[in-house]
């Protein structure tokens, strides 16, 4: 506390002086406030903004990926789905004899008569990725029988394909009715199975070598 001889030396002191010391001790506190608490503060705050616009950057990131990832996965849903479609039109090989019995059949259902069913020579597709595999066949029936043959054919969930299509000797059957032979080639797909070496088989063919 100061004493009455400390206040009337003060007082003795000029206005102008006082006023000077005393806005002088003011500018050094704020001086000194600035230094010590708001540029390291300031500092501080626009470090934290840096690392939330970091953070949100990340976030719109991470969200735009889950979003992508959505419609990969419906992708891959819709690809799977026509892998199915593709593996019922375009079947393996073990499959195919399954699908030729098949057609045999409709020529049975159709009312026709099977004088030929002759498989011919297989041929790779120039992609490797299926074979072509053709069937001659030779028929005997009625106009209405042969076109529902065909229309049967078309129906048939795998690809066959009805080729070089030839109609000849008309005549009237046995029935009164107008018979025909046919002659044609039925062409199926099938698709190539690759072949995969046993890793051990593999491994002990590289020991013996």
Known sequence: MATPAIIEKM?????KTRAIAFFSVVGVILVLFIWQVHIPK???????????AVVNTKIRENEA??????DLRAEVKALQERLVVMQQQLPMETEVSGLLRQIQGLVNKSGL???LWKPDKRKVH????YEE?????????????VALFFD?????TRIVNMLNVRMKNAKVGKSGLMEITVECTAMTFAA??????????????????
């Open 11 to 15: 007082q003795k002191i000029p206005t």
């Open 42 to 52: 300031t500092n501080e705050i626009k470090k934290l903004d840096s690392d939330i």
């Open 65 to 70: 990926k889950i979003k992508r990832l959505d």
């Open 113 to 115: 008569s099977l004088k």
């Open 126 to 129: 120039s992609s490797g990725l």
């Open 133 to 145: 595999i053709p069937i001659n066949l030779e028929l005997t029936g009625g106009y209405h029988n």
């Open 152 to 156: 049967s054919v078309s129906k048939l």
């Open 192 to 209: 190539t199975e690759k072949k995969v070496e046993a890793p051990q088989a593999a491994t002990a063919a590289k020991k013996v070598n």
